[in-house]
């Protein structure tokens, strides 16, 4: 599997008067992990939604390996090799866990037949979820709906995997396996793109950090960088907290 | 990766597979066995168990709406009358009548489709009763006065009643059979993804609105059929009685009482539907504020209705169109 770069230049998100993304330029290359952080409201699941296609841009350009595919809703992209989770996730909660992985497989990852349950399987054993693979999704608890839709977006065999706060909530232990999982889906040369307010776990496994504040990108770069930037400490604790820090 | 097994017959849906074959088999010998009145109440139970499939499949799993699947009602007995009319045989006529109403229906869902929610809805009925209008227009419809199917006139009263009766369990065999088949394979697994979320579905690549155009014309196909084979067993066509919105209000109650998208929830509903009718319908008024009480209850109390309720809580299922995951090694699954 060879990487596929995901590229977005100026884009704009507005719901009414509500500017929500304002002249994003953002860009995935092949194998990266990148890490999203931004308090509460910063545009981030917004500009997930925009990569994704759930919502078109209301300016902008979105590219995927060259191609532009602003124009794609989002089950054209995922066929493409876009998947992503849920912030709040949104499990097909009258199939059973192996179904919502297969319904992936088969429709996003065009796999059919032992393929699609090669993929399902696999995804299920990375992401730990074999153990309730027959339940109906409606009958998990919050954690195990977010693994879930952290597998089932495996399932649709991406080249570029967007990950919406799937670390909250756990225990160290918990994040530990996370952060493993992730490792070994970045191993995979899927490029992985993971909003997470729980910076710790995020620098384990990015190589790159953005942060979003008032749908501008604040800075990026360097982790550690990132995180020791005044204007992100400011975003994050307020205007004035430099002088304390 | 672990060795795993994935199956999809389960004992018990192997075991319920064959009694509905068995089912199936006694029911068509029906006619020959049945008495006369028993026949013609059960070519009215097949419309039902048609019908409630049918609105099912646009509502509970296509996520849409509908309280005018009456114009396909409607369309299709006009249909039949038009092409008997014109001299084709009763039974390739029947047949002509609902292939020609399935067609209308691509174009219609393409436009209606554009539409959300309530105005779906809404739509609906408001091109049913445009229907219902032009057609009054027809000089052969003589209005509201109707006409009536004379071809059927050529047959005995015995034939014509098993005709109409085979006709009747053909359809729904194959109606609900397509439904089946359809769940059973790709198209089905994007279909109950689209019922449990449509933005999951879009998000793991299923074109939802393609998934809803084929429900739709499957719905209207089948609610053609249906008004076929109403207009065979009533002979008369009445505008008023054929695009009436009580068949909405039917519909929706066997439904959401047997349970919105689940398979066996709709066949439930039809029979519990139609046994109130049986043995309470003459009762009139009483027996429609009846139904009114018994759909507001599972409204309330039982929102997943009989099926829906039944499945949540035994995780019971009855048709092969899930996936059951077996590791041969490694992990337990429950
Ligand atoms: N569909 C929508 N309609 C209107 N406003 C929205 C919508 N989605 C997000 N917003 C608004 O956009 C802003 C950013 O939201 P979001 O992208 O979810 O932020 P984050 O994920 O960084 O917390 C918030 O003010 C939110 O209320
Ligand atoms: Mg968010």
Redesign the interface.
Known sequence: MSGVALTATGLFKRFGALVVLNNVDFQVSPGEAIGIVGPNGAGKTTLLNVLSGAYPPSGGQVFLAGHDVTALGAAERCRLGIARSHQVPRPFAGMTVFENLHVAAAVGGGLAGQAAYDACVDSLELCGMTRVANRRAETLGLLDRKRLEMARALATGPKILLLDEIGGGLTDAEAAVLVNIIQTISRRDVAVVWIEHIVHILLQVVTRLVCMDAGRILAQGEPREVMADPSVIDAYLGPGAVAHV | ??A?K?ERWTRQSVFFSAAVGALLLVLAVGPLVFPPGITDRLTTLFIYIILAAMWNALAGYGGLVSIGQQLFIGLGGYALIRISNAGVPMFPALILAIVIIALVALPIGELMLRLRGGEFAIGMWVLAELAHFSINLDPLIQGETGTSLLALNAFTPGARRADIYWMGLALMILLLGTLFVLLRG?IG??I??I???E??????????QNGKRVMFVLAAGGCAAAGVLNLATTISYQPHAFFGIQWTAYMLFMALVGGL?TFEGPIIGAILFFSMETFFGATGVLYLIGLGVVALGFALFIPRGIWGEV??RF?VRLLPV????K?VE?????
């Open positions: 990766m672990n795993y994935v790709k697994a994007s109950q993804a019922r449990d979320d933005i999951a579905a879009a998000s793991v690549g299923v074109k939802v998208g499945e949540a995780g899930g996936y059951f995951l590791m490694g992990e337990k699954v429950k």
